[in-house]
């Protein structure tokens, strides 16, 4: 401590000798321009050894009343050349004052009277004088960040900076700083007529993104970066012409996530939500606090994707406890280490691991009857579609009855709301994973019926990101080289980031009154082969990645949906969450089919017949893939 304090104090004396110097400085240069044509008056030189003492201390106290050297200089901007501005302004007012008080109280008169025109200069002097001195020490000090000066050119990378507004202009000025290391400006892209065929910072700005592919080459660029904090426009289509060019594509971070950033430290690589398709969804979360604030939320699958960020997203909101409750151990703690590293020691009281199945009955009464959660979020579940299809009956045991365990030791611990997190699967279901999550969403809708705990359900597309989903898959198999192996070449599906998905959980749980089943407005289903070849422009460094159809697996669906036939939906307060009005079941049509279930799992019987039997919208991949076809065709050729 002893050291930085001394380094700081010896590089405040510095400066203010420094200024003292200067100040002075500044009122004989005042004095020479005063009296350009003439010689300067013997007078002037006593009276100003009179006034020296005076004028450097005051201007002195007025620098450091005015923070002057408490300001880093090598990061100064505009505002702290103002505030220099203002305070030489103020010292040399001050230095006036102080001579006319002088000549009041010191007989003869006129011992420190200068002319007024003299200290207008004086001020001039001693604003140029003492700005350049701090210009030239931000340039001295940051002479290694002006790299264009001192290497060859050829060294460095070029970029093209897409937009010209204040964040492109930022990232040009940090470039040639070399806050980018070995990365210069070659040329700036903005589509406004007003700026084309300006300079910026001496970057040549021109219209043109829908020709990038050409300007890329014509400006030799191996770097892109998007320099639009807030887009307006359709930010997806310029991604896909960016990664068209083959260069490394780059962008500014959104505004939402500059919070607390440096500027140098907000351009980030593309990821996966950019490639998303829509700008990601932002839920408005204060009603969720209100609701979640002190309550114990419970957390099946808590150390799942979904179950781990809902674990995030929830902790900043003060809530009462929050107990996880997961088979895998290992995802737990893996979640508790991070959170550690965030909160702390206050993490101690909020945060219970709870090791456990959802088929254990026991285990189940075990936490509930000891912690007492006000909110049970339900995201345990096998989804792998086609391991599920080999393993039907675990399928069963785990999505159905465990689903149904959990409800009843939920019911049964007096909790306030239980959330499923269901799947686009559930709808029309071609596969056994799609058929357990639609009867665990007709049990939850019975229990409604008859408990005073409210049971809702949250129904969204595939997760980007998370566990067992397609895109960690793709990004393995390019990273490795290749082939990108997809199904069909026609494969649709809806996409949600992990966030977003959590955030729809947690509004659910915060708006419902029991017997919902909440949608989100997901935008447009995105082609899996296009989020292959993007993925493939992204992570794969130009490489010429082949993409190989394997064919649709067992129970495998071209197109997913969110509703089913005769579902009506109804809108929110949330504007991007809809409510869909789902086929009320009764509790004892409830425990016939699960009691079908227990049978066919006890006699080893034919599980898939058996679901086709309990789920009237469970229908064949193959029947479904082919109608959906002959749809296609027809709409086609009607086109």
């Given at each position: ?143 290694e960040r002006f790299p264009l000066l001192t290497k060859d050119k050829t060294d460095y990378r070029r970029a093209m900076i897409i937009g010209a507004g204040w964040a492109g202009a930022n990232m040009v000025h940090e470039m040639q700083r070399g806050n980018y290391g070995a990365c210069i400006p070659a040329v700036v892209i903005d589509d406004n007529s007003e700026r084309d065929g300006s ?325 447009r289903p995105v082609m899996i082969r296009e989020l292959a070849e993007r993925m493939i422009q992204l992570y794969g460094e130009g490489k010429n990645i082949e993409i190989v159809y394997t064919g649709l697996r067992p129970g495998e669906k071209l197109y997913e949906e969110l509703l089913l036939a005769g579902e009506e939906i109804s809108k929110t307060e949330k504007e991007k969450i809809f ?60 086109a």
């Amino acid at each position: 401590m002893t050291k930085p304090l001394l380094n700081k104090t010896v590089k405040t004396l510095h400066w203010l000798v420094l200024d003292a110097v200067l100040v002075n400085a500044a009122m004989i240069l005042a004095q020479v321009l005063r009296h350009t044509t003439t010689v300067i008056p013997q007078e002037f030189f006593s009276v100003y050894l009179r006034l020296a003492p005076v004028m450097t201390v005051i201007s002195l106290v007025v620098f450091a009343l005015f923070g002057l050297y408490r300001t880093m200089w090598q990061y100064a901007s505009a505002e702290d050349l103002i505030k220099l501005t203002l305070a030489t302004l103020v010292a040399a007012f001050a230095t006036y004052l102080g001579s006319l008080a002088g000549n009041l109280l010191v007989r003869p008169e006129n011992l420190f009277r200068l002319h007024r025109m003299v200290y207008l200069l004086h001020w001039l002097m001693c604003t140029a004088l003492i700005g350049l001195s701090r210009i030239l020490y931000r340039m001295w000090i940051r002479k290694e960040r002006f790299p264009l000066l001192t290497k060859d050119k050829t060294d460095y990378r070029r970029a093209m900076i897409i937009g010209a507004g204040w964040a492109g202009a930022n990232m040009v000025h940090e470039m040639q700083r070399g806050n980018y290391g070995a990365c210069i400006p070659a040329v700036v892209i903005d589509d406004n007529s007003e700026r084309d065929g300006s300079t910026l910072s001496g970057v040549p700005v021109v219209r043109g993104s829908g020709n990038l592919l050409r300007l890329a080459s014509d400006y030799q660029i191996d770097d892109i970066i998007i320099a639009i904090s807030t887009p307006n426009g359709d930010l997806q289509s310029l991604i896909e012409k960016c990664l068209a060019t083959g260069c490394r594509v780059k962008r500014i971070a959104p505004m939402e996530e500059l919070s607390g950033k440096q500027n140098h430290s907000t351009i980030r690589d593309l990821n996966l939500y950019d490639l998303l398709g829509r700008p990601e969804e932002t839920l408005d979360m204060s009603q969720v606090a209100d609701f979640f604030k002190d309550k114990d939320v419970l957390i099946t699958g808590g150390g799942g994707s979904i179950g781990s960020e809902l674990c995030r997203r929830l902790l900043p909101l003060e809530p009462g406890r929050i107990i996880l409750y997961d088979i895998s151990e290992n995802y737990m703690y893996d979640l508790q280490s991070e959170l550690m590293l965030r909160y702390g020691d206050a993490l101690k009281d909020k945060l219970v691991l709870c090791v456990g199945s959802i088929r254990d009955e026991k285990r189940l009464e075990e936490v509930f009857s000891l912690y007492h959660p006000h909110v049970v979020l339900h995201a345990a579940a096998h989804k792998h579609v086609p391991l599920m299809e080999d393993c039907p009956a675990q399928a069963v045991k785990n999505n159905v009855f465990g689903t149904y365990l959990t409800a009843k030791a939920a019911i049964a611990a007096k909790a306030e709301r239980f959330v499923l997190i269901s799947t686009d699967k559930a709808v029309n279901p071609t596969n056994i994973m799609g058929a357990t999550k639609r009867l665990a969403e007709m049990i939850i809708e019975a229990l409604n019926q008859e408990s005073e705990t409210e049971f809702t359900a949250v129904r969204f597309g595939n997760v980007l990101g998370s566990h067992g989903s397609v895109v960690p898959k793709f990004e393995q198999q390019i990273r490795a080289g290749g082939p990108v192996t997809l199904t069909h070449p026609d494969i649709i599906r809806y996409f949600m980031t992990i966030p977003e998905a959590a955030s729809l959980v947690l509004q659910a749980a915060s708006i419902a009154k029991g017997g919902e089943l909440f949608v989100l407005d997901m935008g447009r289903p995105v082609m899996i082969r296009e989020l292959a070849e993007r993925m493939i422009q992204l992570y794969g460094e130009g490489k010429n990645i082949e993409i190989v159809y394997t064919g649709l697996r067992p129970g495998e669906k071209l197109y997913e949906e969110l509703l089913l036939a005769g579902e009506e939906i109804s809108k929110t307060e949330k504007e991007k969450i809809f409510i869909a009005q789902p086929e009320v079941f009764s509790v004892e049509m409830i425990h016939e089919l699960l009691k079908a279930l227990d049978t066919c799992i006890k006699e080893q019987g034919d599980m898939r017949a058996c679901l086709h039997r309990l789920v009237p919208t469970f229908r064949e991949a193959g029947e479904l893939n082919a109608e959906a076809a002959k749809n296609q065709n027809h709409a086609e050729a009607t086109a």
